[in-house]
T-cell receptor, first 113, second 112 residues
Framework: SQTIHQWPATLVQPVGSPLSLECTVE??????LYWYRQAAGRGLQLLFYSIGIDQISSEVPQNLSASRPQDRQFILSSKKLLLSDSGFYLC????????????FGAGSRLTVL | QQPVQSPQAVILREGEDAVINCSSSKALYSVHWYRQKHGEAPVFLMI?????EQKGHEKISASFNEKKQQSSLYLTASQLSYSGTYFC?????????????FGQGTILTVHP
């Protein structure tokens, strides 16, 4: 069966520090991968999606970047965090064909101070 | 463009029914429904594809009116476990690589 792992679960970082959130998927090949962000009490905003290694699309201009160095690994990064980067970050995957149902990881809660 | 969900919040007693609506200004290929418990990741409930279909899962069902670009989620005889925030996610076009645009969510609270 397929599983998705996301870490770290919780992160408190000072403004201006770097960020790296990692996500890996097991039990499937060539998944579509996504990074969503959820601000407190708000909906889910798509940040990046990837249909293959080194194929990343950004949905909103911002202080973040994403990379996919391996088929089942998706990394969200920032060189210098802003206060507005605080939120709940969710990695998700879907199959490349079919109904594109998203399966989310457990999430990473980032607080920027 | 973000779909609009209504109502923003619902408070129920166990056994009561609720309807959550999701409207889009764009032609939709599919509508997904997810439920999120506090502090947890969203969990998939069901997907509806264009064609005006209806689906059900136990006491939770949904409809998709393609012409009106609307979907509704029906929760009947609600249980305490139904509490959470419900999101609709919409997909425009069949080749959008699963990119979903989510509504702002509807908070459902079920009391004993």
């Amino acid at each position: 069966s397929q599983t998705i792992h996301q870490w770290p679960a919780t992160l408190v970082q000072p403004v201006g520090s770097p960020l790296s959130l990692e996500c890996t998927v097991e039990g499937t090949s060539n998944p579509n991968l996504y990074w969503y962000r959820q601000a407190a009490g708000r909906g889910l905003q798509l940040l990046f999606y990837s249909i293959g290694i080194d194929q990343i699309s950004s949905e909103v201009p911002q202080n973040l970047s994403a990379s996919r160095p391996q088929d089942r690994q998706f990394i969200l990064s920032s060189k210098k965090l802003l206060l507005s980067d605080s939120g709940f970050y969710l990695c998700a995957w879907s199959t490349i064909s079919g109904a594109n149902v998203l399966t989310f990881g457990a999430g990473s809660r980032l607080t920027v101070l | 463009q973000q779909p609009v969900q209504s109502p923003q919040a619902v408070i129920l007693r166990e056994g009561e029914d609720a309807v959550i609506n999701c409207s889009s200004s764009k032609a939709l290929y599919s509508v997904h429904w997810y439920r999120q418990k506090h502090g947890e990741a969203p969990v998939f409930l069901m997907i509806l594809l264009k064609g005006g279909e209806q689906k059900g899962h136990e006491k939770i069902s949904a409809s998709f009116n393609e012409k009106k670009q609307q979907s509704s989620l029906y929760l009947t005889a609600s249980q305490l476990s139904y509490s959470g925030t419900y999101f609709c996610g919409t997909e425009v076009g069949g080749t959008s690589y699963g990119k979903l645009t989510f509504g702002q969510g509807t908070i459902l609270t079920v009391h004993p």
